[in-house]
């Protein structure tokens, strides 16, 4: 390494980027303007809207066969301390729907007897298996009605639901006593409760969870800035070819433009700091008074340890999409699915359970996540932060690495020399762009997953995610590139015991995936209520077996597959190694199913699926495998049936049928292949 050439480098570097304009005014410039602006106008709004809920006396109606009782309770309990400034009014409605659609109404109270109670949920769905738990028979229902997309009165129908929870409460108190109970039944037992955790210690558990991505999504949104215009810029400029043609190496100029990218990030997430701190100090941001973190000089310095090898990482991922850019614009579209990518391990820290002194401590950025809660909470690990830090440092220079042999490639040093895949199109440009439309629907998915509240449902999502993001980007991909789907999808005859051998290789296969989370679970814990939470969702859908069936194994099969083992491995058949495209399309797979705990046993999955399209040359046996597999867990769900109690022997005889199973596929594919 030639340090004068590198400091010269790094000098002229900085210098191109203070004179700037473009990238003083994004990067420092407006934040300094903006987030004031945007604090203060947020809490303007706030204030508006609280204003404007307190003074909005909310018009509702009554319907039902206990109507009457239903105004004697809201009549007793209205003048509640709790409920005083909760303004009311009723009108009498005949049809109370037409009403609420109308915007008479801000919402309406629905009363049922017993009967319709025992037949009915919220939601006019029959009660059936697991729900008819949820609430106790023999008693009548009272519902709120509203239009949740409307705030004020959404959060009139909440206050009036607090109201009727109140009154419920003191009413079932009141019959007790009355029927004979020897005390009001809180004071049967005192409960309290002690927390022996420092005030300290919880408010850096709940810092440390979004710690890492606020400080992730700053670096990224001011690296890329530098980044954009460090090679993509130059490319534009035509300056790039000049720096390449002096004597200095690709790695002195590689290092020293990662080195600009890397402080431009850290100084200006350092000055985003700061504008939080002061905006704290000014009270434009609230926080509540008990909220007390308290870090020494080492637990300083052991965050500087964790976030300076993360900044280099993510400073020369900037720089690999910069070189691969054409143009500014181009840069400025690739930088997208790095910034919604880099969140996802970066929210390792929101699991709860999740330690750093496990396989955690491997994997990049996700690491530092976890490692930068526990020093927030006051209990570092050394040992564990001393090997994310190497972790990352290796990252960082693997990719630093990567990003200087970019440099030696001309195609991607001269911008004017036009790409052969964009002049040839069709399958060419496919295979180029197959992964760019993979991280496009990724990022679709994650955003409207969390920013649409119609798409929350069970169906909703599924319906979205398999019609709306695997089959119509599958559909878009072959008419953009002019693909043949035929043979894409690798349609061809296939001898009878291939299919017999996938069939048996289902159930073998969730036993092997079984024994795969457990012992990713080993070394990944996973949160006892995050496994009760997703399988609470996943039995109390609500949906009927046949939507289940239809939403969960029929679809997946049909449009993931079109999607992962058809365009994705059909778009880097000729790019990788066999086994590396078999770990590459697996790894896609269970990325794209978000929960951490879920990746590592959905990729494997995902990786069988793949090893039976590659030695078969057909996506049809894995739809077959896709199908029978979802049926299978479907069905043990339903049933009430479980294979967490299966013994060493089952879990041999299961591997050894695996075996056999794909030995079967791999055999009888190559004869298929050969002959046609």
Known sequence: ?????????????????????????????????????????????????????????FEYAVTGPWSDEARRLIKRYKDAPEFKTLRIHEQTSVDPESALAGGKLHFYIRTTSIEDADKYIAGNEPVSGSQAALRPVGVPALQ????????????????????????????????????????????????????????????????????????????????????????????????????????????????????AICSVALVI???????????????????????????????????????????????????????????????????????????????????????????????????????????????PDPLMIFVTFVVMSLTA???????????????????????????????????????????????????????????????????????GVFLVGSLLMVRQYRLDLREVLGIRRLRWPIWAAVLMAVPAAQVVALAFFRLVSTVIPTPDDLLREFARQMTQTSLPLWQMYLLMAVLPAVCEELAFRGLLLHGIRNRFHPVVRCLLVGMVFGIFHYTLFRIAPTALLGVIITAIAMMTGSVLPGMLFHLANNSLSIWLESSGNTMNRLDGSAYLTAFAVFGLAMHMIWRYGKESKERG
Do not use: C
């Not at 005014?25 to 300094?32: A, E, N």
């Not at 009036?160 to 809180?186: T, V």
């Not at 020399?417 to 440009?429: P, R």
């Open 397 to 467: 220079a693997a990719l630093i690495r990567y990003s200087a042999t970019l440099l030696a490639r001309e195609d991607i040093v001269v911008s004017s020399q036009t790409d052969q895949a964009l002049l040839a199109g069709g399958e060419s440009l496919f295979q180029r762009r197959v992964f760019q439309w993979f991280a496009v629907m990724w990022a679709v998915m994650f955003a409207i997953a969390a920013n649409i509240p119609q798409l929350q449902t069970m169906r909703a999502q599924l319906i979205f995610n398999e019609l």
């Open 1 to 57: 390494m030639n340090w004068s050439a590198l400091k010269l480098l790094f000098v002229h570097e900085m210098r191109m980027l203070l004179r700037s304009r473009r990238t003083i005014i994004t990067s420092v410039v407006l934040p300094l303007i903006m987030m004031p602006v945007m604090i203060m106008g947020s809490r303007f709004a706030q204030q508006q809207q609280a204003s404007r809920i307190d003074q909005t006396t």
């Open 144 to 259: 709120i009605v509203f239009r949740g997309n409307q705030e004020v009165a959404r959060s009139g129908a909440e206050r009036m639901l607090d109201m009727m929870r109140a009154a419920r409460r003191n009413e079932s108190y009141m019959i007790m006593l009355q029927r004979g109970f020897p005390s009001h039944p809180e004071g049967i037992l005192a409960m309290t409760a002690e927390n022996v955790a420092t005030q300290s210690q919880v408010s850096g558990s709940t810092l440390g969870r979004f710690f890492t991505v606020v400080l992730v999504m700053w670096m990224v949104a001011a690296g890329s800035i530098a980044a954009m215009d460090i090679i993509a810029g130059e490319k534009e400029r035509g300056t790039l070819e000049t720096i390449i043609t002096t004597a200095v190496g690709r790695n002195e100029i590689v290092t020293a433009k990662q080195l």
């Open 269 to 379: 997430t350092f000055i985003q700091v700061l504008n939080a701190l002061l905006y704290v100090k000014l009270r434009l941001i609230s926080i509540p008074q008990s909220f007390v973190i308290d870090l020494s000089m080492t637990h300083f310095a052991q965050l500087l340890v964790l976030f300076i090898p993360l900044a280099a990482a993510l400073s020369a991922a900037l720089l690999i999409i910069s070189a691969y850019a054409k143009t500014y614009k181009e840069a400025q579209l690739h930088f997208l699915p790095l910034y919604l990518g880099s969140l996802v391990p970066a929210l390792a820290a929101v699991l709860p359970g999740l330690r750093s002194r496990s396989i955690v401590a491997f994997i990049p950025l996700a690491n530092v996540s976890v490692a930068a809660r526990e020093v927030l909470m006051g209990r």
